[in-house]
């Protein structure tokens, strides 16, 4: 029912539903299970991942650009950063050639990075990246400023 009520929200569903009688639960839980299935049998499985990986997350991250609440866009560009350091880890140890149903593990991988819900960016943040690199970002300053600070020493002298 909850479910029900979530979907919704988005008028596309609603016009399937008119126009197929299938009702939209039903159609988004076989689309999910059918985008699901082609991850797993790694039919295209590497464009299904990064649309996981990029598109989602992109909407919402554009939605929260345009909300006045920063704690969307803490939450964000956590993500992305977090994606980043996997994309460059995943592309220097090439672990699809050796690694059985990589995909299907990436894409659980990202949904528990980007999900609201399980926090997960936020806990290798918190936990690994932050422990490593926090002291060379240390200070309230932003980056842009703090490289002009150091350019107008330089020049200075």
């Known amino acids: 029912m909850l479910f029900s009520l979530q979907l919704s929200r988005y008028p ?16 988004v839980i076989g689309l999910a299970t059918l985008y699901f299935f082609f991850i797993v049998f790694n039919l295209g499985g590497q464009l299904l991942t990064n649309f996981a990986g990029f598109v989602i997350p992109g909407y919402y991250s554009l939605e929260a650009l345009f909300t006045t609440s920063k704690h ?27 690694f059985p149903f990589y995909y299907t593990f990436k894409f659980v991988f990202l949904l528990w990075l980007s999900l609201p819900a399980f926090k997960g ?37």
């Open 12 to 27: 596309a569903l609603a016009n399937l539903e008119r126009q197929t009688g299938v009702p939209k639960t039903y159609a």
């Open 121 to 157: 960016a936020d806990l290798i943040f918190r936990s690994f990246l932050s422990p490593t690199l926090g002291r060379y970002f240390q200070q309230h300053t932003s980056t842009a400023s703090g490289l002009r600070a150091k350019a107008d020493s330089v020049h200075a002298e």
């Open 72 to 98: 969307d866009d803490t939450q964000w560009l956590t993500y992305w950063v977090v994606f980043a350091l996997f994309t460059v880890i995943e592309s220097l140890i090439s672990v699809v050639y050796w």
